[in-house]
């Protein structure tokens, strides 16, 4: 079974550019979530996707936009790139929308200067 | 405001000591998990609870839920150098449609 991965491992941009994350979930799940998690704090909720439809979202704006694909890969598009938005960025894998057991991917650590 | 609480913020022990790091909320959950997560790395799960009162154990660890499923403890028997990490709790509430909540996280630290 593989688990979740995501790429790339480490990101540098610069403040008003634009980057693509990239997830791929574990084996047989169909629902990906994406969560930021800034230095010294919990996992923030960006959004989660469920057979390719975004299902719900936390609060950020809408520059942060996702794409799910049908072999249920992912991707997280961020623009206009803020230096807050320098976080771990990570996505998770579920069974199914709504299933509370959540897996993990290493994470994406994004630095904008 | 965090709707997930957890205390201590940072703890730092010796190898062979008992801790317990709490997760508290004055909303009611319907589940709650625990994870673990390394420097540089994703979290990973340790354990769900969803029955008010309810008592997992996973080796040393023991984990409970709070009668009325707005808190929860996670105690370490004997914590070893092999425990340290951030330790999180999440939950999902009846209002939080799937996202998972997370605290802040309790910071171990085990020393040989």
């Known amino acids: 079974e593989t688990g979740v991965t995501q790429s790339p491992t480490h990101l540098i941009k610069t403040r008003g550019q634009q980057v693509t994350l990239r997830c791929s979930s574990q084996?047989?799940?169909?629902?990906v979530s994406w969560y930021q998690q800034a230095l010294g704090q919990g996992p923030q909720f960006i959004f989660q996707?469920?057979?390719?439809?975004?299902?719900g979202r936390g609060n950020f704006p809408p520059r942060f936009s996702g794409l799910q694909f049908p072999n249920y890969s992912s991707e997280l598009n961020v623009n206009a790139l803020e230096l807050d938005d320098s976080a771990l960025y990570l996505c998770?894998?579920?069974?199914?929308?709504?299933?509370?057991?959540?897996?993990f991917g290493p994470g994406t650590r994004l630095t904008v200067t | 405001t965090q709707l997930l609480e957890q205390s201590p913020q940072f703890l730092s022990i010796q190898e062979g000591e008992n801790l317990t790091v709490y997760c508290n909320s004055s909303?009611?959950?319907?589940?709650l998990q625990w994870y673990r997560q390394e420097p540089g790395e994703g979290p990973v799960l340790l354990v769900t609870?969803?029955?008010?009162?309810e008592v997992k154990k996973l080796k040393r660890l023991t984990f409970q839920f709070g009668d009325a499923r707005k808190d929860s403890s996670l105690h370490i028997t004997a914590a070893q150098p092999g425990d340290t990490g951030l330790y999180l709790c999440?939950?999902?509430?009846?209002?939080?449609?799937?996202?998972?909540?997370f605290g802040k996280g309790t910071s171990l630290l085990v020393t040989p």
């Open positions: 084996s047989g799940h169909n629902t």
């Open positions: 998770a894998s579920s069974l199914l929308a709504g299933d509370y057991e959540q897996y």
């Open positions: 909303s009611v959950f319907s589940s």
């Open positions: 609870v969803v029955t008010g009162g």
């Open positions: 999440a939950g999902d509430t009846e209002n939080s449609g799937y996202a998972l909540n």
């Open positions: 996707y469920y057979r390719e439809e975004e299902n």
